[in-house]
């Protein structure tokens, strides 16, 4: 059976892949949604054991936080408490890694990256990870809150004989106060991850 999707953030710790589903906006997931691809990219594991599309760490666990609705919308919090308790919901059972694969077009350090930093700088054990953009190729096209310092923003490279290039889709610094980013790139083309099936709750 797969996790209980909720509203108060439980911990269901006896899950082998995912321990929390926190639904911020309703129950439902949207089809094919881009969360849970990059989720599969990062930690994915098929229960056979097979080899085929394992991710990055294929052994961590996953407490996701969900903003979108069934229509791929994307919805955050409005005020600095409300970005703490997102952060926090997972956080306080222990996860240390934040993947935000999400952003604005604003290559200035806004009050959102600001309270990336205030987050991470309160809590030392606690690392996002946060997406450039796809607003490449010209420079200065990084999106808050990639935009943020205690943060590592990532870009997206190509596979093969160009694999030391950017996409040209990928977002690129410098931001606004003339900082570089992204800090880090990974393969961002032709990735088979897992899907969303847009089940009701």
């Not at 408490?81 to 306080?92: G, Q």
Request: aromatic share 10%.
């Amino acid at each position: 059976a797969g996790v209980a999707k909720n509203t108060e953030g439980s911990w269901q710790k006896w899950k082998r892949k995912v321990l929390q589903y926190y639904t911020s906006v309703d129950g439902e997931d949207y089809l094919g949604g881009h969360g849970t691809h990059v989720c599969g990219t990062i930690l994915g594991n098929q229960e056979e054991g097979s080899d085929i599309n394992k991710g990055v760490a294929p052994q961590a666990k996953l407490a996701f936080y969900d903003i979108g609705n069934e229509v791929g919308n994307l919805f955050l919090p409005w005020t600095k408490e409300e970005w703490t308790d997102m952060f926090d919901v997972a956080h306080k059972h222990g996860a240390s890694i934040h993947s935000a694969s999400w952003g604005g077009a604003s290559d200035a350090y806004t009050i959102e990256a600001e309270w990336f930093d205030d987050f991470s700088y309160a809590n030392p054990k606690f690392l996002a990870f946060v997406a450039a953009g796809n607003s490449g190729p010209n420079g200065g096209s990084i999106g808050t809150p990639a935009t943020a310092k205690n943060i590592v923003s990532v870009g997206a490279v190509n596979r093969g004989s160009n694999a030391d290039s950017l996409v040209s889709w990928s977002s690129r610094g410098p931001t606004s106060d003339n900082r570089i980013g992204p800090m880090v790139v990974a393969p961002g083309v032709t990735t088979e991850s897992a899907k969303a099936q847009n089940q009701k709750k």
